[in-house]
């Protein structure tokens, strides 16, 4: 009789990753019984416009000649780059330098200080308009710094990573970037996941299928929208942009 071998050493840990990544999954859709009908429905919905996304993000690298060599027999039902499972997360060396290159563009100017200053009358302009915030170099160094205080510093680097994606035209470069800001900001398995609506996430996932440069334009202008509206107000109310016009000022004439 022949006896199943069990997978031992590296393989073992890989399918006990996948095992774990699996069941997290699958526990928020059918794990607890107390939850209402309609969230199961809306967590079931999300998993398959991710699911979609996913295959879209696939085929995209297949025509780029850059199937991951495992994507033919990967262990979790939701394939993509950004899977926390260990057996898809073990990235090559090549493709780690290949991405530092983006996320260091993406995650450059990190603070109000080392953007371009702004004048007096520049910072206070920024008071009559988002619009004013986000066409100033320094205005956008600022802000930022403002949103990591409030842990949404993702909003604003999906916005300069879009920014970025409409500037380029080489086809290869576009799908490649498309990828990249998937697996960043798109993917409900990235921790630095923007807040999407379902409408957004399957104009998306469409979009996916044939990426281009304006592949997330509807995700950007929520995203922009989102930050006017509730992160705007209250950096033009903080103490951060107070402090900053006062640093700014023109001492008093000496008597």
Not at 68 to 78: E, H, K, R, V
Not at 183 to 200: A, C, T, Y
């Amino acid at each position: 009789m022949r006896v199943e071998e069990k997978p031992t050493g590296l393989c073992q840990v890989e399918a006990d990753g996948c095992d774990r990544a699996k069941n997290h999954l699958y526990s928020g859709i059918h794990g607890d019984t107390s939850m209402g009908s309609e969230r199961v429905e809306m967590r079931k919905r999300q998993m398959q416009v991710h699911e979609e996304a996913a295959a879209s993000v696939l085929q995209a690298r297949h025509r780029m000649g850059n199937t991951p060599t495992n994507a033919s027999n990967a262990c979790c039902f939701c394939w993509c780059c950004c899977c926390s499972c260990s057996c898809l997360t073990v990235r090559s060396e090549d493709e780690t330098i290949q991405r530092s290159p983006f996320e260091h563009r993406t995650e450059g100017t990190t603070n109000c200080e080392e953007s371009p200053k702004p004048t007096l009358d520049d910072a206070r302009s920024w008071s009559m308009s988002f619009e004013k915030v986000m066409k100033s170099a320094a205005g956008r160094g600022c802000f930022r710094q403002f949103l990591r205080t409030e842990f949404s510093e993702e909003n604003m680097m999906f916005w300069l990573a879009c920014e970025e994606l409409k500037k380029e035209t080489n086809k290869t470069v576009v799908e490649e970037k498309v990828r990249q800001i998937y697996e960043d900001f798109i993917s409900i398995l990235s921790p630095k996941e923007v807040s999407l609506d379902s409408r957004v996430r399957e104009v998306i996932n469409r979009n996916m299928l044939e990426p281009t440069s304006h592949t997330f334009e509807d995700a950007q202008q929520q995203i922009y929208t989102l930050m006017q509206r509730d992160s705007y107000p209250r950096y033009i109310n903080s103490t951060a942009y107070t402090d900053l016009l006062k640093s700014l000022e023109e001492p008093p004439p000496e008597p």
